[in-house]
């Protein structure tokens, strides 16, 4: 009996040895049942815009504002969009957010998300579907608009006068390229004196405008103007300029879109002559809808972003110190 009572002790002691060696009992993993998941479904990383649609997109649907971000890059394919899309129907996502590649091809993939009963939130970018009721709202710039506004300051500055036209258009059948291209193609009409000498994709990426304008140049084709669709290219355009002893905006003017900040300071220099803006920033916008649609509130269909643009001439110090991206 009394070494069975010592046996017994000795057991006790051990277990609570062991309980005091051993490590505090490890939290359940983390879980989203209290957040809003939201996938989103990105063209690609082509350009300085693009990035910054990224990270404003990242900021605003954080975890810390209640939110749970699925990020998908699509890399410029449309095939990947649509099993993106595939893949969040499967996840079981509460919100789809697309920023298309192209305006066409989406029906039945967003037949499938509406059946599931997931809204879909269209950014940047248009789409062209038989039925609208296949995604709840779009936010996006005016790119037709965008283009006639490139068109009124070359107008004000080159009307009467003669003009050759290099233009570098963004990825076909994007509606950036569709809206900016349908308004010089306005001006083109209106102007018989201006001359479009060249134009060709540049795919929106700096690399590509480079690679363009210096087979052109290489070629000896002549022009006077560059209208570029958007800022990467400009630069690769500015490039290949320098490349070859030649002064932007002073032996070519060049036109581009977005109003980037480092494009910005390319206007305050006098390489870029006119920027119009292109607000890449909708994460806020984004959030905004989503937090109506939580509501139960029924958002807009459409809604287009104020947008403005700049002027070698008139840009100021205080316009760069303030941009956001």
Same mark, same amino acid.
């Given at each position: 009996?009394?070494?069975?009572?010592? @046996?017994?002790?000795?057991?006790?002691?051990?277990?609570?040895?062991?309980?005091?060696?051993?490590?505090?009992?490890? $939290?359940?993993?983390?879980?989203?049942? &209290?957040? +809003?998941?939201?996938?989103?479904?990105?063209?690609?990383?082509?350009?300085?815009?693009?990035?910054?649609?990224?990270?404003?997109?990242?900021?605003?649907?954080?975890?810390?504002?209640?939110?749970?971000?699925?990020? /998908?890059?699509?890399?410029?394919?449309?095939?990947?969009?649509?099993?993106?899309?595939?893949?969040?129907?499967?996840?079981?996502?509460? @919100?789809?957010?697309?920023?298309?590649?192209?305006?066409?091809?989406?029906?039945?993939?967003?037949?499938?998300?509406?059946?599931?009963?997931?809204? +879909?939130?269209?950014?940047?970018?248009?789409?062209?579907?038989?039925?609208?009721?296949?995604?709840?709202?779009?936010?996006?710039?005016?790119?037709?608009?965008?283009?006639?506004?490139?068109?009124?300051?070359?107008?004000?500055?080159?009307?009467?006068?003669?003009?050759?036209?290099?233009?570098?258009?963004?990825?076909?059948?994007?509606?950036?390229?569709?809206?900016?291209?349908?308004?010089?193609?306005?001006?083109?009409?209106?102007? $018989?004196?201006?001359?479009?000498?060249?134009?060709?994709?540049?795919?929106?990426?700096?690399?590509?405008?480079?690679?363009?304008?210096?087979?052109?140049?290489?070629?000896?084709?002549?022009?006077?103007?560059?209208?570029?669709?958007?800022?990467?290219?400009?630069?690769?355009?500015?490039?290949?300029l320098k490349n070859a002893g030649l002064t932007p905006g002073k032996d070519v003017t060049i036109i581009s879109f /977005?109003?980037?900040?480092?494009?910005?300071?390319?206007?305050?220099?006098?390489?870029? #002559?006119?920027?119009?803006?292109?607000?890449?920033?909708?994460?806020?916008?984004?959030?905004?809808?989503?937090?109506?649609?939580?509501?139960?509130?029924?958002?807009?269909?459409?809604?287009? +972003?104020?947008?403005?643009?700049? &002027?070698?001439?008139?840009?100021?110090?205080?316009?760069?110190? #303030?941009?956001?991206?």
């Amino acid at each position: 009996m009394k070494r069975n009572f010592f @046996y017994l002790i000795s057991i006790l002691l051990l277990c609570l040895a062991l309980t005091a060696c051993a490590p505090a009992p490890t $939290p359940a993993a983390e879980t989203y049942e &209290d957040f +809003v998941v939201v996938g989103f479904s990105q063209v690609g990383a082509e350009s300085d815009w693009r990035n910054a649609n990224t990270a404003s997109m990242q900021q605003a649907l954080s975890e810390e504002n209640g939110y749970r971000l699925i990020l /998908d890059d699509a890399q410029q394919k449309q095939e990947r969009q649509i099993t993106a899309i595939r893949n969040f129907i499967h996840q079981g996502v509460d @919100y789809i957010v697309l920023a298309p590649t192209t305006e066409k091809g989406w029906d039945t993939v967003l037949a499938e998300a509406k059946d599931a009963g997931i809204p +879909v939130i269209i950014v940047d970018r248009r789409i062209e579907i038989s039925d609208d009721s296949l995604f709840t709202c779009w936010i996006g710039s005016d790119f037709l608009g965008e283009g006639r506004d490139a068109v009124r300051w070359l107008d004000a500055h080159y009307a009467g006068k003669p003009l050759r036209i290099v233009h570098l258009q963004g990825n076909i059948g994007s509606t950036a390229q569709i809206g900016r291209t349908a308004g010089l193609n306005e001006g083109l009409t209106s102007h $018989p004196e201006w001359e479009l000498v060249y134009r060709e994709t540049g795919d929106f990426t700096q690399a590509k405008g480079q690679e363009l304008v210096e087979a052109l140049l290489a070629d000896g084709m002549e022009f006077d103007l560059i209208f570029s669709e958007n800022d990467n290219m400009a630069y690769g355009a500015i490039d290949a300029l320098k490349n070859a002893g030649l002064t932007p905006g002073k032996d070519v003017t060049i036109i581009s879109f /977005d109003a980037s900040r480092h494009a910005l300071e390319l206007v305050m220099s006098g390489e870029i #002559s006119y920027d119009v803006e292109c607000n890449p920033l909708h994460g806020p916008r984004v959030e905004a809808i989503i937090q109506r649609l939580e509501r139960g509130q029924t958002p807009p269909k459409l809604t287009y +972003v104020e947008e403005t643009a700049f &002027d070698t001439e008139t840009i100021t110090q205080s316009t760069l110190d #303030s941009r956001g991206y």
